[in-house]
C-alpha cells in the first residue's frame, strides 16, 4: 500500500511565500512524475506544476516565474517552492505520483492541504 503524506500549507500574506512537500511511503519500485494540483471553491481541480524522472518540468502560466517544483528521489518527495503568493492561488493543493507499486503503474493522490492568501 503506498500513500502520500503532505505538509506546509497555511495561511500567508500576499507577496509571502509557503512551501509544500509530499513524501510517498510504502512498497514503490519507481516513481516517472510527482505533481501538484490545486481546486480553489467551486472551481475544478488544475494542474500547478510537474516534475518528471528526467527533471525535466512544467507548469501552469498562472504561476511561471513564481512557483518552483523540485523532487528528492531519495526521500520519494516531491517539493513546492512558493514564492509572491497572491490571493488567487488560495486553494487545496494535492500531491500526484505516478508510479509503480504490487500493483503495477498507477496514479496515487494526497490528502490535500490548504494554502490561504490573504489581501
Known amino acids: 500500500q503506498v500513500q502520500l503524506v503532505e505538509s506546509g500549507g497555511g495561511l500567508v500574506q500576499a507577496g509571502g511565500s509557503l512551501r509544500l512537500s509530499c513524501a510517498a511511503s510504502?512498497?514503490?519500485?519507481?516513481?516517472?512524475?510527482m505533481g501538484w494540483y490545486r481546486q480553489a471553491p467551486g472551481k475544478q481541480r488544475e494542474l500547478v506544476a510537474t516534475?518528471?524522472?528526467?527533471?525535466?518540468?512544467n507548469y501552469a502560466d498562472s504561476v511561471k516565474g513564481r512557483f518552483t517544483i523540485s523532487r528528492d528521489n531519495a526521500k520519494n518527495t516531491v517539493y513546492l517552492q512558493m514564492n509572491s503568493l497572491k490571493p488567487e492561488d488560495t486553494a487545496v493543493y494535492y500531491c500526484?505520483?505516478?508510479?509503480?507499486?504490487?500493483?503495477?503503474?498507477?496514479?496515487?493522490w494526497g490528502q490535500g492541504t490548504q494554502v490561504t492568501v490573504s489581501s
Open positions: 500526484n505520483f505516478y508510479l509503480r507499486s504490487i500493483s503495477n503503474w498507477r496514479e496515487y
Open positions: 510504502g512498497t514503490i519500485f519507481s516513481i516517472n512524475a
Open positions: 516534475i518528471f524522472s528526467s527533471g525535466s518540468t
